[in-house]
């Protein structure tokens, strides 16, 4: 007798790949591997579209994060972002500014720590359905980038001082997160249309 899977969580990449609920675990393995290594690697990717201003360059990273959250749900999501901090750590140069153990010690580390819990919060939202409008999808990156910042703004500040810490940490980047969230944002509402048009509750 085949052995009926239980519902999957209500991502939007359920809707472009969708598992049937006779699939193998391991068949559903495979592919939470591939989907959770292409949002690492498109991460790394974004790193290296950067603007260097400073000891925090301008990248487009958070856009990757953002969207591996909302795309991938809270689990897979995170994994993606937490596979890219250790394969860099482990000497996979896609940092922005390289890889590698040293990293640690980076001005920026903060940051790709605080990548691994946006992801996971951005993913949890939509998967209770916080993507269902505009406004709230809006928040919900707003949510997920704020969370970003958190260790990444106190682990810089171990290294030019909590003074400083706003305007070389944060404020450089507003516009370019505003325009990211925004794009970001607006394909949730979307995605979930299309989602809840093929999965009737």
């Known amino acids: ?5 239980p519902p999957q969580p209500r991502t939007l990449i359920n809707l472009f790949i969708p598992i049937p609920k006779t699939e193998s675990k391991l068949l559903t393995l495979v592919k939470d591997i591939i989907l959770i ?8 990717v974004f790193a290296k579209i950067k603007i260097e201003i ?13 969207l591996s959250g909302a ?5 897979k999501g995170a994994m993606s972002q937490l596979t890219y901090l250790v394969f860099g750590l482990a000497g ?11 990293y640690l010690f980076s001005p920026t580390f903060g940051y790709i ?3 691994v819990f946006a992801a996971f919060f951005v993913g949890f939202l939509c ?3 916080w993507n269902k409008n505009l406004k709230r999808a809006i928040l919900i990156m707003v949510s997920g980038n704020t969370i970003l910042y958190l260790p990444g703004l106190f682990w810089l500040a171990k290294f030019i001082g909590f003074g400083k810490v706003l305007a070389v940490g944060f404020f450089p ?15 949730l509402p979307f995605g979930y249309k299309l989602l809840k048009g093929q999965n009737k509750d």
């Open 113 to 115: 720590l605080g990548f």
């Open 92 to 102: 996979i140069p896609w940092f922005s500014r390289g890889g590698g153990f040293s």
């Open 1 to 5: 007798m085949t052995k009926i899977r």
């Open 71 to 75: 795309l991938l749900g809270s689990f």
């Open 173 to 187: 980047f507003l516009l370019g997160d505003v325009l990211k969230i925004l794009l970001a944002g607006s394909i």
């Open 37 to 44: 290594l292409l949002f690492t690697i498109l991460t790394g």
């Open 54 to 66: 400073g000891p925090v360059p301008i990248t487009f990273q958070t856009l990757a994060v953002l």
């Open 127 to 129: 998967e209770k359905g």
